[in-house]
């Protein structure tokens, strides 16, 4: 009887687009199949995460933070996620992520053929992963998680990096333990995360260094009965130079495998671009190597893989418990059966070393090193061995024996930390001076770094604000202990306000942290009013924070007084004097009698001298009317029906009367005589302000004076 179990995800389609053809690979975290879209009729990778797994949120969190991280990236260097999603189907929900199918073999696949490679062709395939991790950490993303297996070396000769599932975000600290299991491959993880879980951008170089080593010589820099053993000797013990294992390796290469690889993470290039630089430094001055170092004996052959054995069966569909022990391809049991087109489809989606019959690997599900992880069965001969289990005990036997590699990893790693961190004291370091603090920690024995300084309102300037482990931890002598400076109280830079309303104003204020000071109106010809013209002190100043700023607000353009020098000019003289004041002035005219001005003069003004003027505001100008007057030379009275203004002429006497009327083309005539000195203008026999015909007479009547 046949006891393999279906696989309940094959031949089902996911949300109409992608059906599953056949089951690839299994790791700890997911299954990988190769899918066609239906959408795009092409194939893909569709990496489906254990059904066990959906409802722990850590892991859905790891799963999908792959699928984010890659999309940040954008680098052929990188195997490309194309989409992802979720379904159900009546196994219940599935979680996947759908991937680039690359056609090739993985770097651990193809050094387990060769045993190592030459100079040049490590330099060929380590060049292109370290700019992966530089656009990575460019990006602001950590891998996590370099080794061969997320290598992956395409038949077409492109070298990609794959399994961004452990990446995570520059600024966010992170961890190389997740739930007390080793989170990366203990081959490749550097000492700071060993020993205190912490990894960044140093960390991927570290990683990155240990597998140009391995490629030039052909295995790891410690190796180990357990991977208890491996950390112990990589947090103690300086990776050799590779010429010291191969002959014929220059030394510049020594120097950047060294470099690289420094236990103390500040001695090593800061980030993949760092490294990179470094790489390509020593590139014109390493000699060609078409050839493998002495002592090589293998076959070179092009990157390939090799058919599926006919005839195999697929094995059961393993139910493996959530732990985060990346799955070793070597365990994978060669015997299971072809998929349809198998063995045309030599694609990665990762599965590992010890898998060539298979046809395709998907990195996702990509093997730790052999002397760093837990393996979950044998390849070759265990695989043999295997199939002759029964049908129940094999697929349990993976699964027992990854879960006691697991809890033998998690112990080891444990008791590690606890034996190496009770033999010194992390000495109280904060608010030392920076000699100071260096002085206590020599005299420790403790090695030290420095990372960016940091914002403190309390540490003065220089000295120590903060330092990881934090005193009274127990760790091992020589341990390093990494200080942050104190850079002073944080400062906050005052924004540019120009131009935003005074609300706007006030909220951008307290997004940056500071305070109202008050609103300071001014005039401004260019800014409306109720918005901001700037702010005391000025945009760019650095404040602490809640520190006061005055807002100067606009009350748009300022008013002008009229001025007082327009009356008695013109009309076109004291209209240009307005309009010169550049505030948008309508000027208007109206005509009177004055008999004090000459006619065509300004002898009034609304609003009145002295009087501000509103910015697009009206002024009225009187003027003296000119209708009528005749210079004061007596003639006129021409009949000609031009209606003039009657002047008041009472209280003039009769000389002044005279002229009045003349220079209004008016006569005067007396009529009589009233008692009272001063010869002066009792009567007018023409009402003021009347209108009478051009060259009338006016009668008066004045008082008597005895010498006219």
Not at 337 to 347: I, S
Not at 440 to 453: E, I, K, S, V
Request: proline content about 8%; hydrophobic content about 40%; aromatic content about 4%.
């Amino acid at each position: 009887m046949d006891a393999t179990v279906a696989d309940p995800v094959v031949g089902r389609l996911l949300d109409g687009r992608y059906t599953a053809q056949e089951r690839l690979a299994v790791g700890g975290m997911a299954t990988v199949y190769v899918a066609h879209d239906n959408r795009l009729d092409r194939l893909v990778a569709l990496k489906v995460m254990h059904p066990t797994l959906n409802h722990d949120p850590e892991f859905v969190t790891r799963f999908h933070r792959e699928a984010k991280a890659v999309a940040r990236l954008n680098t052929p260097r990188v195997v490309s996620i194309l989409d992802q999603g979720s379904d159900h189907i009546p196994a219940g929900l599935v979680n996947y992520l759908v991937m680039e199918l690359v056609r090739g073999r993985s770097l651990r696949q193809h050094l387990g053929a060769r045993g190592r490679l030459p100079v040049t062709e490590a330099i060929e395939i380590i060049e292109p992963v370290i700019e992966a991790l530089a656009a990575a950490h460019a990006a602001g993303i950590i891998h996590r998680d370099i080794k061969p297996e997320n290598i992956l070396l395409g038949d077409d000769g492109q070298v990609k990096v794959a399994d961004f599932g452990l990446a995570r975000p520059v600024s966010q600290p992170t961890q190389a333990l997740t739930g007390g299991v080793v989170m990366g491959t203990v081959g490749y993880l550097a000492p700071e995360q060993v020993t205190h879980g912490v990894a960044d951008t140093r960390s991927d170089v570290y990683a990155a260094g240990v597998v140009l080593f391995e490629s030039l010589t052909g295995q790891l820099p410690h190796s180990g009965a357990t991977p208890m053993s491996v950390a112990y000797q990589s947090v103690h013990g300086d990776v050799p130079a590779p010429s010291t294992m191969i002959e014929g390796i220059p030394a510049e290469l020594d120097g950047l495998v060294l470099r690289a690889t420094a236990r103390d993470p500040a001695r090593r290039p800061v980030d993949g671009a760092a490294l990179l630089a470094e790489l390509r430094r020593i590139e014109p001055f390493l000699p060609p190597q078409d050839a493998y170092p002495s002592g090589f004996t293998g076959e070179i052959e092009r990157i390939g893989l090799a058919e599926r054995p006919s005839g195999a069966r697929e094995p059961g569909y393993p139910q493996e418990p959530g732990y985060t022990q990346p799955f070793q391809a070597e365990d994978y049991d060669d015997s299971r059966g072809a998929g349809p087109g198998a063995a045309a489809e030599r694609a990665f989606a990762g599965a590992g070393p010890g898998q060539p019959g298979t046809g395709a690997l998907y990195r996702s599900a990509s093997p730790p090193s052999p002397t760093a992880t837990a393996y979950l069965g044998g390849g070759g001969g265990r695989g043999r061995r295997r199939a002759a289990a029964s049908p129940r005990s094999r697929g349990l036997i993976p699964v027992v024996v990854g879960g006691m590699a697991v809890l033998v990893l998690l112990l080891g790693i444990l008791a590690f930390r606890s034996l190496s961190g009770g033999g010194t004291e992390v000495p109280l370091l904060t608010n030392l001076s920076r000699s100071d603090a260096e002085k206590m920690l020599r005299d420790a024995g403790f090695q030290f770094t420095y990372l960016d300084p940091v914002a403190s309102a309390t540490v003065p300037v220089g000295h120590v604000a903060q330092q990881d482990p934090r005193d009274g931890s127990k760790v091992d002598k020589g341990a390093l202990i990494t200080l942050r400076l104190s850079s002073g109280p944080a400062t906050v830079r005052v924004p540019d306000l120009a131009n935003l309303t005074e609300t706007q104003a006030k909220a951008r204020l307290a997004e940056v942290d500071l305070t109202l000071g008050g609103l300071s109106p001014q005039s401004s010809d260019t800014v409306p009013a109720g918005h901001v013209i700037g702010t005391n002190p000025g945009a760019g100043t650095a404040l602490k924070p809640k520190d006061q700023v005055v807002v100067i607000t606009s009350t748009g353009p300022a008013t002008k007084p009229v001025p007082a020098d327009i009356i008695g000019k013109s009309f076109e003289e004291a209209k240009a004097e307005l309009v010169g004041l550049n505030i948008g002035l309508v000027v208007q005219r109206t005509d009177a009698v004055n008999d004090a001005v000459q006619p065509g003069e300004v002898f009034g003004v609304s609003p009145d001298v002295g009087q501000p003027i509103s910015p697009g505001g009206t002024v009225t100008l009187t003027v003296a009317e000119a209708d009528g007057f005749d210079n004061g030379d007596g003639s006129g009275g021409d009949g000609s029906g031009i209606q003039v203004p009657v002047p008041n002429v009472v209280g003039k006497s009769y000389r002044e009367a005279e002229n009045i009327l003349q220079r209004r083309g008016l006569k005067i005539d007396r009529i009589g005589w009233i008692g009272g000195p001063g010869d002066r203008v009792t009567s007018q026999s023409a009402k003021a302000g009347s209108k009478i015909e051009k060259g009338s007479t006016v009668h008066v009547n004045t008082t008597w004076d005895p010498l006219g």
